[in-house]
DNA sequence: CAAGATATTGGTACTGATACTAAGTAGAGA
DNA sequence: TCTCTACTTAGTATCAGTACCAATATCTTG
């Protein structure tokens, strides 16, 4: 398995230490001298992990990170800091961070903790890539298609449905079969199922 | 709303000035001395936070935590450490405290956090017992009931069930009807709600 | 303007689910 | 042994959903 660690840090030197390191065990490392450059460029394909330094010009790493969590990007964060503090790395942590580590660190560490973070990810990438399907059938359909998805969903009857949008039953029977194909299923159980999942 | 604090620490002094502390803010406290009295007694009915100790005679803090996780018991937990350090720290919240607090600490400090706590735990807290509800409906399905449940959930029509449990449909229909009454649902839709909820 | 997407409504026929009633068998427990 | 529960099957009637068919109005886009 590929994995693709980003290396954000305003320390060329630790850049390339860093990347060296990973490099030589086999990761994909990508790396970026200050947080805005990062979030602009960051392509997530394969499962992987974020190094992200805490003090750094222009955003700090919980800026990053909380800019990360606003636009839903999702790959795993560990923090490595110079100086930081305990209410710094708990800080982090309820920012969403799997891991936060102080420089100076033993290579030996720093890969083991990655590992884990790769790990963690690498499962929940393939529950990811299936969600964001999900979630794109959903944006291809109609407005009306979804008005009309959501209350199926919600478990009401064609004729209900019907009623609630001012509509006659057999334009609500259309929307649903559109629905259903649009989004890949062939029964309720599904759709519900995968409505829930993307939390529609 | 009526709020439990559970104090678990091994300092007498530090036990009642924080229950004095927490009652003068309209908390309700419980204090225990060492965390296995805590786990044996802990009765976790209105909304409510752990105050935990790190170090302690017999279980640690961490120790606490795990224990708490493995038995499911999901009342949120701040850390309130004398001595400790980043990593502890971080493994306190990797095991999923959601604060973690130096002493000393200034009472109004604390108290936010614990607001914060609070009220973290008052949203999770409906969302549980309703789970729990429908837990307690499914532990009450016949076992063949269970079986045409979760064929029912992931999408099967009567006919398919019947084939993959050597049944007749007609057989499939009843425990499927059973099934929507012990559940408390009315269609399909809801059945999977539930079902998706509880994890089934 | 023409083409295409969207929203709307209708018909017919088939399949599946539900509600009702009814009943036989088997095993656990009083 | 009797009872209770779970499991099983059956008929009938009704309602809901699906798959075909087809048509009209509106609005955006090329």
Redesign the pocket.
Same mark, same amino acid.
């Given at each position: 398995m590929i994995h693709d660690v980003f290396i954000v840090d305003d320390d060329a030197a630790m850049r390339d230490a860093l990347s060296l390191l990973l490099e030589n065990n086999g990761m994909n490392t990508e790396v970026f001298a200050d947080g805005s450059t990062f979030l602009q460029a960051c392509e997530y394909q394969n499962p992987g992990c974020v190094l992200l330094d805490m003090a750094m010009p222009g955003m700090n790493g919980h800026e990053v990170l909380t800019t990360m969590n606003e636009r839903g990007l999702q790959i795993p964060v560990i923090f490595l800091s110079g100086y930081g503090d305990i209410s710094m790395a708990v800080r982090a942590m309820q920012l969403g961070a799997i891991d936060f580590l102080e420089k100076p660190i033993s290579g030996a560490k720093l890969i083991k903790r990655l590992q884990r973070a790769l790990m963690n990810d690498e499962g929940r990438r393939e529950m990811q890539l299936h969600i964001q399907a999900s979630r794109q059938s959903y944006s291809r359909l *109609? +407005? =009306?298609?979804r008005e009309v998805m959501v209350l199926v969903v919600s478990g009401l009857?064609?004729?209900e449905i019907?009623h609630k949008?001012q509509? *006659? +039953? =057999?334009?609500v029977?259309?929307?649903?079969?559109h629905v259903?194909h649009k989004m890949g299923v062939?029964?309720?159980a599904e759709l519900v199922s995968v409505a829930g999942l993307c939390k529609i």
């Amino acid at each position: 398995m590929i994995h693709d660690v980003f290396i954000v840090d305003d320390d060329a030197a630790m850049r390339d230490a860093l990347s060296l390191l990973l490099e030589n065990n086999g990761m994909n490392t990508e790396v970026f001298a200050d947080g805005s450059t990062f979030l602009q460029a960051c392509e997530y394909q394969n499962p992987g992990c974020v190094l992200l330094d805490m003090a750094m010009p222009g955003m700090n790493g919980h800026e990053v990170l909380t800019t990360m969590n606003e636009r839903g990007l999702q790959i795993p964060v560990i923090f490595l800091s110079g100086y930081g503090d305990i209410s710094m790395a708990v800080r982090a942590m309820q920012l969403g961070a799997i891991d936060f580590l102080e420089k100076p660190i033993s290579g030996a560490k720093l890969i083991k903790r990655l590992q884990r973070a790769l790990m963690n990810d690498e499962g929940r990438r393939e529950m990811q890539l299936h969600i964001q399907a999900s979630r794109q059938s959903y944006s291809r359909l *109609s +407005p =009306r298609e979804r008005e009309v998805m959501v209350l199926v969903v919600s478990g009401l009857l064609n004729k209900e449905i019907a009623h609630k949008l001012q509509l *006659s +039953p =057999r334009t609500v029977e259309v929307h649903r079969i559109h629905v259903m194909h649009k989004m890949g299923v062939s029964n309720i159980a599904e759709l519900v199922s995968v409505a829930g999942l993307c939390k529609i």
